[in-house]
């Protein structure tokens, strides 16, 4: 019996050649699209699974970021038992390491406690987790960066210099950490010479907060109860006149995709809502794909009208029969499934590239990831071919073998719904890949109230203020060079320096963040006051005695009349200062969140942050003079250059690439919609050759029976544009309420989306309808 | 074997409702060739399809070997109809996807028989059809009696008590049709029950038993 099962799929796969292309092309497209959103959507979700104590560890964080004291982590697990184990970790970037003669910048180097190793399961390939860090001055590498630095030797043993400074000596070497970890590390030093690096009594720094602490937990606790502890044990170390900060702990495996409220964490994460989106686009382009082999399969049917009554009235049962479209179904799914893993195979590095990921096709090699697709394979195989042997099995025989397509005709209906199905979901895609690029263009086009075109950007040391100011005319005297500042923050980093001020006659005082400065930097930005004057070294007292803030402080602070000329009391530095000037509430951060309120002093003892304004014509010979004028002042120091622009079009990388994505798959998917409706639409037609061929002898036109044709797909496209617009709309809303700042949901861009896809329709459609509004009547009816 | 009474069937839509059998008493014995007359739309099809368990009575009683049938489900009415009944039709309806011997092998699969016993049935009903050397052919590539020869190999593979045929001969030529009719004869002597409809009063004459419709009701019935 499955013999023949097999025998008529194989014949029938062969005879309707057209239709099993078109079923098994789309079927493996989507399918592949599927298995690529599987490995995606896998390897986001397995972000800090293979720490084998990844089930207890825990994260400390802070409402708007994660990064503590340092004396933070060895208090609370003094006080609370829960807590087995500690450890903190202090990030750094620029960081100079010199081997031998040899200099290196790194930008991923972490101070750790020792416990990390034990907490955390890197992989060692030389020592071991217990023998390393607990030593003032040991490192331990990963194997890249161990190559990197001694090459084929043992790195054992073997010392380099960090920040031209401290020594340390090599003790272990780990694998490099894998991609799916929340953090990347190239080095690790240890934490135990705190003393000698920072100073004496450094854990005693409460606002100090640049150290990530994770905590391994004891089995049993409650995460409510921890978290309450927390707050509570941590009002000790509150500035006083501060709201109390809450504090929450983030098991390790969340970090990841929970993290995205956070204003700048150890490095980008992802959100949940891109893993749900992209979910989301994997199962509606296999619902495509579905609904075209079930359309095609059922309008299939009509040619077997015949086999169906002869199978029944030979005594095939329901179940037999249904079996049978089931078993052909399968056999259609299995031969997508492998057309798809080749596809999957072929169009990954494409993939990697728009998602930025670096996904391998051998993850699929994984058993359970194997038997779970071809588990998802047999159920969607087995779903796909239910309703289509459902419906062919419940057909009377003495209809059937009256062979007349009539009894068969009410499945129409059904595919007409499967169709509008389709075009919703392909409106529904349309319609978020257009809001999705007009917040792209938005975010990139914003006009962010400072010049971000041809100002370079550096980070090095640039030692006292007078080796500086030398610095600073060496560049200035270069002809295209039209500005130069440093400050501890500029445009496109995070507001995190966060100190307090209090106007004064005021009885409390708010936090507010700091930017520290140096005359010309709002110059050299192209900044202009909105109320009184910028900073000025024609001012004596503006570097002591003067601040700027941006409006958005203004309101905060809660200065009524003329800010201009009124006391602020600072803290960072602590002094009493004039309100010299006000500028406009510049995107300093990020678009997705409000503008922060922000006060601006001078202060060259926190600038590290080199900004160069230069003349537009020659960026790149530019970038590379200046590059030659520090490094002839700074010969110790390793230079880079970036532009400021292409520092922020990186800031929304992950939303133009998701967008690119989108992008993507909604083309795929409009393409699927659109294989499955020539389907369809072929199988309709051909139903009513001889309808046409009666209304055409008698007098109807081309276009009229085009137009007759056509009508039929313009309903069921109106009523999918019903049934899509609110959805688009709700996912959209939801997806920029992530944006501080927004492109407007226009209606014009849901009607848009409905035109568009109506177009398409009707140009497939009208193709075919146009050939067989063509035809000789004659010949239809004959055909008949 | 056939017993039918007050037999009625009614199409019904949604504003009219058509008698195709209004009352039909007809007895049938085990071993009799009985052909059904009548001009077009006078039941005769319907009765056919009733009596093959393909289609239910709107009213009445149909026992077939003395079991009431009347009311069976689609399921239970299948049950039946394996092995016992074999149907030839006008149109032949053979699968063109399935080459001869897998179209005529069709019944014996759905009665789950072995593969060799179903080989020997197969290659021994063509034999005698004399359709043998076809065996690997599609019904495309055959002439309109060769594909009736076909048909009727596959009703009487599963040696059924009963063949049903309805207008057997309707698409083919003289020598073709005589060639057809003389088949069922030599079934029907063989021990099969045969139940004809037909047009052609030719083909009536191969029977034992005439029984004439008009109307949905049986006006007429005479022996041959």
Known sequence: ?784 | MIKTEKLTKVFSTEDVETFALRGVDVHVRKGEFVAIMGPSGCGKSTFLNIVGLLDNPTGGTYSFNGTDVSNLKEEDRTQYRRGNIGFVFQSFNLIDKLNVYDNVELPLLYLKMKGAERKKRVNEVLNRMKIGHRAKHFPQQLSGGQQQRVAISRAVVANPVLILADEPTGNLDTKNGIEVMNLLSELNQEGATVLMVTHSARDAGFAHRTINLLDGQVIRENQN
């Open chain 1, 1 to 784: 019996m499955l013999k023949n099962y097999f025998k008529i799929a194989f014949a029938n796969l062969i005879q309707s050649r057209v239709y099993s292309l078109i079923s098994i092309s789309s079927l493996s497209i989507g399918l592949a699209v599927c298995i690529l959103l599987l490995l995606y959507v896998s390897h986001e979700l397995s972000y800090d699974r293979y720490h084998e104590k990844s089930d207890n560890i825990y994260r400390l964080c802070q409402e708007v970021h994660p990064y503590q004291a340092p004396g933070t982590a060895k208090y609370l697990a003094d006080n609370l038992p829960e807590i087995k184990s500690f450890a903190r970790i202090l990030p750094r970037d620029n960081i100079l390491v010199k081997v031998d003669n040899q200099i290196f910048k790194e930008d991923y180097v972490a101070w750790v406690d020792a416990e990390l190793l034990e907490i955390f399961s890197f992989e060692f390939i030389l020592g071991s987790a217990a023998n390393s860090l607990q030593q003032p001055g040991t490192a331990v590498l990963t194997e890249e960066t161990a190559r990197k630095y001694f090459g084929d030797e043992n790195p054992i043993g073997k010392m380099f210099k960090v920040s031209s400074e401290y020594d340390y000596t090599v003790v272990g070497v780990i694998k490099d950490i894998p991609q799916n970890s929340h953090f990347t590390f190239d080095l690790f030093l240890t934490l135990a010479d705190g003393n000698k690096m920072f100073s004496e009594n450094w854990m005693d720094n409460w606002g100090w907060w640049n150290f990530l602490v994770y905590f391994e937990m004891s089995d049993r606790f409650s995460k409510p109860d921890l978290e309450a502890k927390i707050t509570e044990l941590m009002k000790s170390y509150n500035v006083t006149d501060a709201p109390v900060t809450q504090f929450t702990v983030q098991n390790i495996k969340d970090i990841h995709l929970y993290s995205s409220h956070f204003l700048g964490d150890i490095q980008p994460q992802n959100s949940i809502t891109y893993v749900l989106i992209f979910s989301a686009i994997g199962l509606l382009i296999l619902l495509i794909a579905g609904f075209n082999y079930i359309n095609l399969l059922t309008a299939n049917a009509t040619t077997r009208v015949t086999e169906i009554g002869v199978r029944k009235t030979f005594g095939a049962s329901r179940t037999q029969l249904a079996m049978q479209y089931v078993s052909e179904s399968m056999i259609v799914f299995f031969i997508s499934f492998c057309i798809s893993l080749i596809l999957v195979r072929l169009s990954l590095p494409l993939f990697n590239e728009l998602s930025g990921k670096e996904l391998s096709f051998y993850f699929l090699a994984n058993v359970n990831i194997l038997m779970s697709l071809l588990g998802m394979m047999i159920v969607l195989g087995v779903l796909a071919g239910w309703y289509p042997a459902f419906v062919l099995s419940s057909y009377s025989p003495v209809k059937v073998m009256k062979s007349s397509k009539s009894g068969i005709g009410s499945g129409f209906k059904f595919r007409k719904i499967l169709v509008g199905a389709q075009f919703t979901i392909v409106i529904v895609l349309i319609a978020c890949a257009t809001v999705m690029l007009r917040q792209i263009s938005f975010i990139q086009e914003k006009e962010l109230g400072f010049d971000k075109e041809a100002v370079l950007t550096s980070i090095f040391d640039f030692g006292d203020e007078a080796k500086y100011n030398t610095l600073k005319q060496a560049l200035l005297n270069e002809s295209f060079v039209s500005g130069v500042s440093v400050a501890s923050r500029i445009p496109s980093g995070s507001l995190s320096n966060e100190g307090r001020v209090r106007l004064e006659g005021q009885a409390e005082g708010i936090a507010i963040s700091y930017v520290h400065i140096t005359f010309d930097y709002f110059r050299t930005l192209g900044i202009e006051p909105v109320q009184g004057r910028l900073f000025s070294g024609e001012f004596e007292t503006d570097a002591t005695e003067a601040v700027i803030l941006n409006e958005a402080a203004v309101k905060s602070i809660g200065i009524q009349g003329n800010p201009i000329g009124q006391t602020l009391k600072c803290n960072w530095p602590k002094s009493d200062r004039i309100i010299v000037g006000i500028i406009d509430d510049i995107y300093f951060e990020s678009l997705y969140n409000k503008v922060k309120p922000v006060v601006y002093v001078i202060d060259y003892s926190m600038a590290y942050h080199l900004i160069v304004k230069v003349k537009p014509s020659d960026l790149v010979g530019s970038k590379n003079a200046i590059t030659e004028v520090c490094q002839s002042i700074y010969p110790d120091e390793v230079i880079e250059f970036a532009f400021l622009d292409q520092i922020l079009e990186q800031r929304y990388q992950k939303e133009s690439k998701t967008f690119q994505l989108m992008g993507f798959f909604a083309v795929l998917a409009i393409f699927l919609a659109c294989m499955g409706l020539l389907g369809v639409a072929s199988f309709m037609m051909a139903s009513r050759t001889k309808e046409i061929g009666i209304r055409k002898v008698n007098g109807a036109t081309i276009s009229e029976v085009m137009q007759m044709l056509n009508i039929s797909f313009v309903r069921w496209m109106i009523i999918a544009f019903i049934i899509a617009t609110p959805i688009a709309y709700y996912g959209m809303n939801k997806w920029l309420e992530s944006f501080a700042y927004k492109t407007a949901l226009s209606w014009w861009i849901f009607v848009f989306a409905g035109f568009i896809s109506l177009v398409i329709v009707l140009l497939t459609v009208s193709g075919l309808s146009y050939s067989t509004a063509r035809r000789n009547p004659v010949e239809a009816l004959r055909y008949e």
